[in-house]
Nanobody, 119 residues
């Protein structure tokens, strides 16, 4: 059973930075992709950034140029560096991992970490 634990959320002023971490109890390079999602109050969960097994990263248009995803193999950790934060970035941020399997590849979610950006 894969477990994902996020950390790094908090309260920050607009224009500030935060770095979120997602640590897995498994080799993250064995996953069939990982991603960061977020869910703002009253809104649907949305994709922030996705990492393919080969390391390609796709970002939501709303965060391009401000957010950066990276991975640490030794620590089995996925990071989300968030710069130039805006109040509209306020949300609960979730780490997601998809593994391999047939017919339905198991996927896993972290418990979420809250990010609040004040104006």
């Amino acid at each position: 059973q894969v477990q994902l634990v996020e950390s790094g959320g908090g309260l920050v002023q607009a224009g500030g930075s935060l770095r979120l971490s997602c640590t897995a109890n498994a080799n993250i390079y064995s996953f069939n992709g990982m991603a960061w999602y977020r869910q703002a109050p009253g809104k649907q969960r949305e994709l922030v950034a996705a990492v393919t097994p080969g390391g390609s990263i796709n970002y939501a248009d709303s965060v391009k140029g401000r957010f950066t995803v990276s991975r640490d193999r030794a620590k089995n950790t996925l990071f989300l560096q968030m710069n130039m934060l805006k109040p509209e970035d306020t949300a609960d941020y979730y780490c997601y991992a998809r593994t391999y399997g047939f017919p339905a590849p198991p996927d896993y979610w972290g418990q979420g970490t809250q990010v609040t950006v004040s104006s």
